[in-house]
């Protein structure tokens, strides 16, 4: 069995992860992987789960919060799928 990195549990069906720069972690969930290896918004200091936003090298969770920090962020178009009017 394996060892989960964040929560320390030993379960048979953990999993490994390997990142960009050599990393290894085990994890008995995807919970306990995001909580992790999932940035946080530089705004609102959510996981960011999803794909996110990055504006001048800092990464947010949504365009509001890019917006929202400092004036971030205003050439970010976060109306996917709608036609622009």
Not at 44 to 58: P, T
Request: hydrophobic share 35%.
């Amino acid at each position: 069995m394996a060892v989960c990195d964040t929560c320390n549990n030993d379960y048979w069906l953990a999993f490994e992860i390997r990142t960009v720069t050599g990393d290894s972690y085990t994890f008995d969930s995807f919970e306990c992987a995001m909580e992790k290896l999932a940035p946080r918004c530089e705004y609102c200091q959510v996981r960011i789960i999803g794909h996110g936003v990055e504006v001048s090298g800092k990464f947010f969770c949504c365009a509001n919060c890019a917006r929202r920090d400092g004036g971030l962020g205003e050439q970010v178009r976060d109306a996917v799928g709608t036609h622009p009017a």
